[in-house]
């Protein structure tokens, strides 16, 4: 079946440093999406990214979507503490009938001042 | 409002025992899901409904059994409890490809 993986598991940063998180699919995506979940909460949608290639930046955040649709990164600039919490990627195939999301395996950021 | 709410927030129970977790939401999407995170925050769809029709039904024990007994809710039934089904699960629903999730069923068998 499909996997999604996602390097690292862990990382702990000082404030200011940069971060980067990888996703990696086993098999080509229509689509990639993107969810924060913050400790003790829920994930929380952030973007989609669907074209070949697509970049896409929402203020210190940007999400790279690869070439082959099969890989793609969010980089995070400057970390502040309000980024803690871990992120996962989700890969979208469609099914025929449906759209399948298959979350990565996660990682989870610590920031620390 | 919330968007996507569940009950109970969290349940505590015993070895063997039945029990049931509630979602609902309120944002008119077709379909709703159900997710279990376990220990390591992996989160790994269960079921997926759309317009109260079972679509996606992964390899899940079939002492979990979901119902769906009209669009906005998808209800979990889970018969004989194992040490094994402590975890977070999840409600969510979407209308395109966005997923919006419900806050957690923290579940502890004993």
């Known amino acids: 079946g499909q996997q999604v993986m996602q390097i690292p598991q862990y990382q702990h940063v000082q404030e200011g440093e940069d971060f980067t998180t990888y996703c990696n699919s086993s098999t080509t995506l229509s689509n990639i999406q993107w969810y924060k979940q913050r400790p003790g909460g829920h994930p929380v949608f952030l973007i989609q990214?669907?074209?070949?290639?697509e970049v896409k930046k929402q203020k210190r955040l940007t999400f790279q979507f690869g070439e082959a649709k099969k890989n793609s990164s969010l980089h995070i600039t400057a970390t502040q503490t309000t980024d803690v919490g871990t992120y996962f990627c989700a890969g979208s195939i469609n099914t025929g009938t449906a759209s399948k999301l298959t979350f990565g395996t996660g990682t989870r950021l610590q920031v620390t001042l | 409002d919330t968007a996507v709410s569940q009950t109970p927030k969290y349940l505590v129970t015993q070895m063997g025992n039945d029990k049931s977790i509630k979602c609902e939401q309120n944002l008119g999407h077709d379909t709703m899901y159900w997710y279990k995170q376990d220990s390591k925050k992996f989160l790994k769809i269960m079921f997926s409904?759309?317009?109260?029709?079972?679509?996606i039904n992964e390899t899940v024990p079939n002492r979990f059994s979901p119902k769906s007994p009209d669009k906005a809710h998808l209800n979990l039934h889970i018969n004989s409890l194992e040490l094994g089904d402590s975890a977070v699960y999840f409600c969510?629903?979407?209308?395109?490809?966005?997923?919006?999730f419900g806050p957690g069923t923290r579940l502890l068998v004993l």
């Open positions: 990214l669907v074209k070949s290639g």
């Open positions: 409904y759309n317009n109260k029709e079972l679509i």
């Open positions: 969510a629903s979407s209308q395109t490809e966005t997923q919006y």
